[in-house]
């Protein structure tokens, strides 16, 4: 596991803290029922912060599990650092 990838874990935590850590990485919208549009926009927000990556919701929007989440957040750092 590398860096990004526990914080974000810790971004998963803070927004889902009824979530088992270890059911995080397989985390999605169709296996947590609080990943709801408001979870949804209070985790994208969140991970803008952790981060320091400017964030476009609709780059999101496509993001429903934990592992598309990951993707997302590795390219806009990587962009970012570019």
Known sequence: MDETYERLVRCFERIFPDLDPNAIPGANTKNTAAWDSIAQVTLVSLIGEEFGIDI?????????????VLQVVRARVANARA
């Open 56 to 68: 476009d919701f609709e780059e999101f929007e496509e993001a429903t599990s934990f592992d598309a």
